[in-house]
């Protein structure tokens, strides 16, 4: 189980979904962005990290199986 809360947070008239988690978990926070097109301009805050789309490590099934807290 992923023990986690979401927040909607707007920024620039675009709303991210910010994920918090807990547990095995705790530390690791993402933000996503549903984009309307490949073409749709993203303004990105200044607490916004890295790029993690397509990395499978940040998917909640492979959390599951191997927590953040493992990472080496």
Known sequence: MIDKTRYLVEYQNQVFEVDEFYGDNQGLVVAELELES???VVIKPD?????VTGDNRYYNSSLMKQPYSQWA
Do not use: A, D, N
């Open 38 to 40: 490949e073409q749709q």
């Open 47 to 51: 607490w916004l990290g890295e790029e």
